[in-house]
């Protein structure tokens, strides 16, 4: 055999392997909506098919997965096929080949060439963001719409009108009026990234299966044979293009879609058009660093040429059109070998496992390290050691394992187990056990978390607890970084939050990165940290469960740390956002002796809190005996028993005489036998009776008891109000901006709802600005914010 018929005969083995592979990975991307390797792998799979078949012609078939799109159509639905093939899009991966993109464009239009005096003719380019989504066609028929359809193999998809018309931004009838008789609109139904995390938590709650990304969900969710679960996902629609069309529209692609959009259709915020091939790279780079910041998940940006008797003109090949093109961003999921799996202890004593990885480049960034987050998402991905598996990066975000290739788990592959011992301290492991607190009882259950029982006596432990006690959020001690703070607890010199207070020039000098400066500028840092505001403190201690925002709660409300010690798990449920499960991590973490020790030390040592004052009017007498009752938690007595109870006994001593009097008890109106027999045996035993006056008693210390003095609340300017911040304020910080505004009585959120009432601009502000302009809602500029904060000041 020559060497050219042995190398033809090798291609035709290869080109059949990368078929069948590519084959059951379009199955299950299209089809089963469970693709099993990354976009970028399956990018290099028919690369590597389409170059093989540009060497070897002959080889070339019709039914090879370079000559048609995606798979067959789900059987479970009915068949559409599609009168103008939905063909799928060549890509761009690097600058260079949006370049000769370019360059192909203008010879295939025979445009006149750039040479030493000029750079020749240029192009209009449609742009806007690939969205990562399901493509879709809606078929309108004299403005109404009368079919939806998948993409399917680009000539043959699946009938979903039924689901389509559940998408809230369809419109079911076009708006205005000139649109054709007969318009196919084309574009991409997808899942926004909050969308998407609502429904994972929903589906958590109900005890269904979560989705690995947007784009799985939102294809899960379009595809189900019960349109009522379709209308119950958060899915929208974005127009991009058009099919077939029985009369007259614009003759450029951005005009087309401004008469979508004029018909009531969504079209993309972003859609720019761009002169010229370097304008659409600035277009992509722009894009690409506001990236994470968009609402929704986005691969890369699509090019078309603008002028539809230029696409006319270039027409197609056999998959796609010459006159478009996709510029994919750097992968953000690849495929690597999981080496090993080790765990970290974190503050809390948290034992959480960390995948180490076979080093790979993710979006750019070599990745050897994912998080895993506990041992019951390592039973959900049934992960074992020496699996291949998916990796994703997003943005700054942690690498995230997000799937096994089982196909490809190895014959000594090992399970992953928790470690019975701490791997710092030695000390032991116990599951945690959640406790669900209801009327009358509690139920334990196990919890997803492992933790180290050694507390302070674990270096891990001691150590992020001081890294957390001195960032920049809680009481900021410049100078403390986490390599300093792992020095101080290695060399026995700092052994709680209250030893940094003792710390001396001679005992830091010397350690390494501190010299003779360094080691004055550190306790000068640690001195000027000692009149932290109440609120920062209580963040700073890291009470689990207690962020920022709980922190200024329980400032704000109780006013003093003396309070806050002593407060009840039902007196401090009365606070806003306070659930009973925090309320009870608060309570536990005061009345650990440890704690109380390392407090008292801390304010032995000079700490001076700041903000304290009295019980903040807005809680004085805030209570009522009917809340009270309710508060008790007594088995059958819910909120409208507890106000009858109230209404008729008019105090608690009249509630405890009333169930020990069973002859008036029983006439009572208001309660059915169940809740009187459970009320008499509540307060007939002991424990109960002295557990409701210890919280009687502290509402009435704290000046919250229904018969509590009422004090008259100042009005904020902005309380009730929401207001949200983004982009880059130059007069001030982010955290500065919200802490004015909080000051005012404003809740500062993280994203613009209907519900928000006014949104404060920054230069580079990006989808949250657009979402502000669609909903409407009020928008100021720094210079106006500023003036607005002048006015309260």
């Keep these: 055999m020559t060497d050219t018929a042995t190398?033809?005969?090798?291609?035709?083995?290869?080109?059949?392997?990368?078929?069948?592979?590519?084959?059951?990975?379009?199955?299950?991307?299209?089809?089963?909506?469970?693709?099993?390797?990354?976009?970028?792998?399956?990018?290099?799979?028919?690369?590597?098919?389409?170059?093989?078949e540009g060497e070897h012609p002959e080889l070339v078939t019709a039914d090879s997965p370079t000559q048609r799109v995606g798979g067959a159509a789900l059987s479970a639905f009915g068949?559409?096929?599609?009168?103008v093939p939905m063909l799928s899009l060549g890509n761009a991966f690097e600058d260079s080949d949006l370049l000769d993109f370019d360059r192909r464009v203008r010879e295939g239009l025979d445009l006149p060439a750039g040479d030493l005096f000029g750079g020749g003719a240029t192009v209009a380019y449609c742009c806007e963001p690939k969205l990562d989504g399901l493509a879709v066609s809606l078929l309108y028929r004299d403005g109404q719409l009368v079919r939806g359809a998948t993409r399917g193999d680009g000539s043959t998809g699946e009938d979903i009108s039924s689901n389509v018309r559940t998408v809230?931004?369809?419109?079911?009838?076009?708006?205005?009026?000139?649109?054709?008789?007969?318009?196919?609109?084309?574009?991409?139904?997808?899942?926004?990234?909050?969308?998407?995390?609502?429904?994972?938590?929903?589906?958590?709650?109900?005890?269904?299966?979560?989705?690995?990304?947007?784009?799985?969900?939102?294809?899960?969710?379009?595809?189900?044979?019960?349109?009522?679960?379709?209308?119950?996902?958060?899915?929208?629609?974005?127009?991009?293009?058009?099919?077939?069309?029985?009369?007259?529209?614009?003759?450029s692609q951005v005009g087309i879609l401004q008469a979508l959009k004029g018909w009531g259709l969504p079209i993309s915020h972003e859609l720019k058009l761009a002169e010229g091939v370097e304008a659409c790279l600035d277009y992509y780079r722009n894009i690409g660093e506001r990236r994470q910041a968009l609402a929704y998940e986005i691969d890369g940006v699509v090019f078309k040429v603008n002028n539809l008797a230029w696409q006319r003109e270039l027409g197609f090949r056999a998959r796609e059109p010459r006159?478009?093109?996709?510029?994919?961003?750097?992968?953000?999921?690849?495929?690597?070998?999981?080496?090993?799996?080790?765990?970290?202890?974190?503050?809390?004593?948290?034992?959480?496992?960390?995948?180490?990885l076979k080093p790979v480049k993710v979006a750019g960034v070599t990745v050897s390290n994912a998080t895993l987050h506990n041992m019951d998402e390592v039973a959900r991905l049934g992960l074992m050691i020496g699996d291949t598996v998916i990796i994703r990066r997003a943005g700054d975000v942690i690498p995230q394992v997000m799937a096994v290739v089982a196909e490809r788990r190895p014959a000594d592959a090992r399970s992953v187990q928790i470690p019975a011992c701490c791997p710092v301290c030695g000390s032991q492991v116990e599951r945690t056990q959640l406790v669900k607190r209801s009327k009358g009882k509690e139920t334990l259950s196990e919890g997803a978390v492992y933790r180290c029982v050694g507390r302070l006596a674990c270096?891990?432990?001691?150590?992020?607890?001081?890294?957390?006690?001195?960032?920049?959020?809680a009481l900021d001690i410049e100078g403390l970084g986490e390599k300093s703070v792992e020095q101080l607890v290695d060399e026995g010199l700092v052994r709680s939050p209250a030893d940094l207070f003792t710390l001396r020039f001679e005992q830091i000098v010397g350690l390494e990165g501190f010299a003779e400066l360094s080691s004055n500028n550190l306790l000068a840092a640690i001195?000027?940290?000692?009149?932290?505001?109440?609120?920062?403190?209580?963040?700073?201690?890291?009470?689990?469960d207690v962020g920022e925002e709980t922190a200024k709660t329980l400032a704000r409300a109780?006013?003093?740390?003396?309070?806050?010690?002593?407060?009840?798990?039902?007196?401090?449920?009365?606070?806003?956002?306070?659930?009973?499960?925090?309320?009870?991590?608060?309570?536990?973490?005061?009345?650990?002796?440890?704690?109380?020790?390392?407090?008292?030390?801390?304010?032995?040592?000079?700490?001076?809190?700041?903000?304290?004052?009295?019980?903040?009017?807005?809680?004085?007498?805030?209570?009522?005996?009917?809340?009270?009752?309710?508060?008790?938690?007594?088995?059958?007595?819910?909120?409208?028993?507890?106000?009858?109870?109230?209404?008729?006994?008019?105090?608690?001593?009249?509630?405890?005489?009333?169930?020990?009097?069973?002859?008036?008890?029983?006439?009572?109106?208001?309660l059915n036998d169940k809740a009187k027999q459970s009320l008499r045996e509540f307060f007939a035993n002991p424990d109960n009776v002295a557990r409701a006056r210890a919280i009687e008693t502290q509402l009435r210390d704290f000046g919250m008891h229904w018969e509590s003095e009422k004090k008259a609340v100042a009005g904020l300017p902005l309380a009730g109000q929401t207001w949200v911040l983004t982009g880059t304020l130059e007069a001030m910080s982010r955290d500065m901006a919200k802490d004015k505004l909080e000051a005012l009585g404003a809740k500062v959120a993280g994203s613009v709802s209907a519900k928000t009432s006014c949104v404060v601009a920054g230069p580079g502000a990006g989808s949250k600005l657009a979402k502000a302009s669609e909903l409407g809602v009020r928008v100021l500029d720094e210079a106006e914010f500023l003036g607005l904060l002048q006015q309260f000041a």
């Design 323 to 356: 006159w478009a093109i996709a510029h994919k961003f750097p992968a953000s999921e690849e495929l690597t070998e999981l080496l090993d799996v080790e765990f970290q202890v974190g503050r809390t004593g948290a034992v959480t496992p960390v995948a180490r």
């Design 459 to 473: 270096g891990a432990q001691l150590k992020q607890a001081i890294i957390h006690f001195v960032s920049r959020r």
């Design 527 to 544: 001195a000027a940290s000692k009149r932290p505001g109440l609120a920062r403190f209580i963040y700073a201690l890291g009470i689990p």
């Design 558 to 670: 109780l006013g003093s740390l003396t309070r806050i010690q002593q407060a009840l798990p039902e007196v401090l449920t009365w606070l806003p956002d306070v659930g009973a499960e925090v309320a009870y991590e608060i309570h536990n973490f005061f009345g650990d002796d440890h704690n109380r020790t390392v407090i008292a030390q801390l304010l032995e040592r000079g700490l001076q809190l700041q903000e304290e004052g009295e019980l903040h009017a807005e809680f004085a007498a805030a209570t009522t005996l009917a809340d009270f009752i309710d508060k008790l938690n007594i088995p059958f007595i819910a909120a409208t028993g507890a106000r009858n109870l109230a209404d008729k006994a008019g105090s608690f001593d009249g509630v405890i005489a009333l169930s020990q009097d069973w002859l008036e008890l029983s006439v009572m109106k208001g």
């Design 168 to 251: 809230r931004n369809i419109p079911l009838k076009l708006q205005g009026s000139g649109w054709p008789a007969l318009l196919e609109v084309r574009g991409e139904v997808f899942m926004s990234k909050a969308g998407f995390e609502a429904l994972n938590v929903r589906q958590l709650e109900s005890g269904g299966k979560t989705f690995a990304n947007p784009r799985n969900a939102a294809a899960g969710s379009l595809r189900q044979l019960d349109p009522k679960i379709t209308a119950s996902r958060p899915l929208e629609f974005c127009c991009y293009g058009i099919g077939q069309v029985q009369g007259e529209l614009p003759d």
């Design 7 to 52: 190398s033809t005969k090798n291609a035709a083995e290869r080109i059949a392997e990368l078929r069948a592979e590519l084959d059951a990975h379009n199955h299950r991307y299209y089809v089963l909506d469970e693709p099993s390797i990354p976009d970028a792998e399956y990018d290099r799979l028919f690369n590597e098919l389409k170059t093989l």
């Design 79 to 83: 068949e559409v096929r599609h009168e």
